[in-house]
């Protein structure tokens, strides 16, 4: 069974950084690109980063360049997302999420962790 | 960048009853679109890829249809579980979601 299983959320300062980590288990992590999708309370979803297998392509959208990182360790089958510059905007539920094998972004999610909240506030 | 609007808003419909969501693309995405469900406090589960493919374990009733920039996600029979939020995501250029239906029962 895929269990995805993110940790590291919680309430941040605007300007800071948090570290999101996510889990993975129930399948060959190191064969799928891994993504992280957002979704602020009561609105819609956002996707927010994606990586490749081996780590060797990132993709963001624009409202995050330069201020978040996705990154993998396959080795302990875990997705990051380092979250520097916080903005009150970024307050949402991240989740973590599966793309494809051979084509990671742009592609749809087909499993999804249950979330983990990010709040910026001072 | 791609826009996704979703039509209606809020949907009610009845146990038993066929129920239709729409789905439109700002351009041509072809049949680059999925469609999840979230149900209140959990996390999105997809349904249909690839605009009418049905995800592995996804109910039958559950089918979805369209190409290029209108589409559509039917539930042939509505069961009182299927009362959640839908929402659609094209990946013909980058990730992009429309705002979502919430279907409630009657």
């Known amino acids: 069974e895929v269990q995805l299983v993110e940790s590291g959320g919680g309430l941040v300062q605007p300007g800071r950084s948090l570290k999101l980590s996510c889990a993975a288990s129930g399948f060959t992590f190191s064969n799928y690109g891994m993504a992280w999708v957002r979704q602020a309370p009561t609105k819609g979803l956002e996707w927010v980063a994606t990586i490749s297998y081996d780590g060797s392509s990132t993709y963001y959208r624009d409202s995050v360049k330069g201020r978040f990182t996705i990154s993998r360790d396959n080795a302990k089958s875990t997705l990051y997302l380092q979250m520097d510059s916080l903005r009150s905007e970024d307050t949402a539920t991240y989740y973590c999420a599966r793309t494809g094998i051979l084509r990671v972004y742009p592609y749809y999610f087909d499993y999804w962790g249950q979330g983990v909240m990010v709040t910026v506030s001072s | 960048d791609i826009q996704m609007t979703q039509s209606p808003s809020l949907l009610s419909a009845s146990v038993g009853d066929r129920v239709t969501l729409n789905c439109k693309a700002s351009q041509n995405i072809y049949k680059n679109l999925a469609w999840y469900q979230q149900k209140l406090g959990e996390a999105p589960k997809l349904l249909i890829y690839?605009?009418?493919s049905l995800q592995t374990g996804i109910p039958s009733r559950f089918s979805g249809s369209g190409s290029g920039t209108d589409f559509t996600l039917t539930i042939s029979s509505l069961q009182p579980e299927d009362v959640a939020t839908y929402f659609c995501?094209?990946?013909?250029?980058?990730?992009?979601f429309g705002a979502g239906t919430k279907l409630e029962l009657k």
């Open positions: 995501q094209q990946y013909y250029s980058g990730n992009t």
């Open positions: 690839n605009a009418n």
